[in-house]
């Protein structure tokens, strides 16, 4: 494992169309930092699969629901719902094409590689905003992790996400009672308040306890119908 003196090493480096991302190794764990912010790492995955998790548990019992996870990350969203049968589709919306390639030949595909060959899933490389605007396809389930939270992100555009506006583009693409799941590092009141305001229902956020300091959380809420 990693010790407090040991110095991260590169394994990969490239300018993506979003800015530079970067692939570490530091010990045993694989880290990914966008635009000089650490994203996540390879040591845990609770929070993301209570991300997932949550999610399904929030839905009205429906037969075979579609999920779409916003952010491929290092894979843990993934993994754990192709290893739910609950889910009858998977679809996997990603960015940046390196952390695609990462996965699909590189250093995560460990992680990744049983999920991926998962007849129902299916990786689609687009900026998260513009696919939920232009897709005329529903799901049943967002379950969206592509900043550290919404007053946190990882590049200037992705605030509109966590706007009212870019709110309803995800009701839009949720099909009634369908269930919007935030990732975030710390919680939020103020997002809580602009999900009600852009006419989500059942808004609530879970506690996610770490080791240290303010719990990670994931936010809640459902789109009427």
């Given at each position: 494992?990693?010790?407090?003196?040991?110095?991260?090493?590169?394994?990969?480096?490239r300018?993506?169309?979003y800015?530079?991302?970067?692939?570490?190794?530091?010990?045993?764990?694989?880290?990914?930092?966008?635009?000089?912010c650490?994203?996540?790492?390879?040591?845990?995955?609770?929070?993301?699969?209570?991300?997932?998790?949550?999610?399904?548990?929030?839905?009205?019992?429906?037969?075979e629901?579609?999920?779409?996870?916003?952010?491929?990350?290092?894979g843990f969203?993934?993994?754990?719902?192709a290893?739910?049968?609950?889910?009858?589709?998977?679809?996997?919306?990603?960015?940046?094409?390196?952390?695609?390639?990462?996965?699909?030949?590189?250093?995560?595909?460990?992680?990744?590689?049983?999920?991926l060959?998962?007849?129902?899933?299916?990786?689609?490389e687009?900026?998260?905003?513009?696919?939920?605007?232009?897709?005329?396809?529903?799901?049943?389930?967002?379950?969206?992790d592509?900043?550290?939270?919404?007053?946190?992100?990882?590049?200037?555009?992705?605030?509109?996400?966590?706007?009212?506006?870019?709110?309803?583009?995800?009701?839009?693409?949720?099909?009634?009672?369908?269930?919007?799941a935030?990732?975030?590092?710390?919680?939020?009141p103020?997002?809580?308040?602009?999900?009600?305001?852009?006419?989500?229902?059942?808004?609530?956020?879970?506690?996610?306890p770490?080791?240290?300091?303010?719990?990670?959380?994931?936010?809640?809420?459902?789109?009427?119908?």
């Amino acid at each position: 494992m990693a010790t407090s003196y040991d110095a991260p090493a590169v394994i990969d480096r490239r300018e993506g169309p979003y800015g530079e991302v970067v692939l570490r190794r530091h010990g045993a764990l694989l880290q990914i930092i966008a635009n000089g912010c650490f994203l996540m790492d390879t040591s845990d995955g609770r929070s993301e699969r209570l991300l997932v998790d949550a999610a399904r548990d929030a839905l009205d019992g429906r037969a075979e629901p579609s999920v779409l996870i916003g952010g491929l990350g290092v894979g843990f969203s993934l993994a754990h719902a192709a290893g739910d049968p609950c889910w009858g589709r998977i679809t996997v919306v990603e960015r940046e094409p390196a952390v695609i390639e990462w996965h699909l030949d590189g250093p995560l595909a460990a992680l990744s590689a049983q999920a991926l060959a998962d007849p129902r899933t299916s990786i689609v490389e687009a900026d998260l905003l513009t696919h939920v605007n232009e897709i005329s396809d529903t799901y049943d389930a967002l379950c969206l992790d592509i900043d550290n939270g919404p007053g946190w992100t990882v590049t200037e555009g992705n605030q509109s996400l966590y706007s009212k506006a870019g709110l309803a583009s995800c009701a839009r693409a949720l099909r009634p009672g369908g269930v919007l799941a935030v990732w975030s590092a710390q919680p939020s009141p103020e997002f809580e308040g602009t999900l009600r305001n852009a006419g989500f229902k059942g808004v609530r956020t879970e506690e996610i306890p770490v080791a240290r300091g303010v719990p990670d959380v994931v936010h809640l809420a459902v789109r009427p119908g």
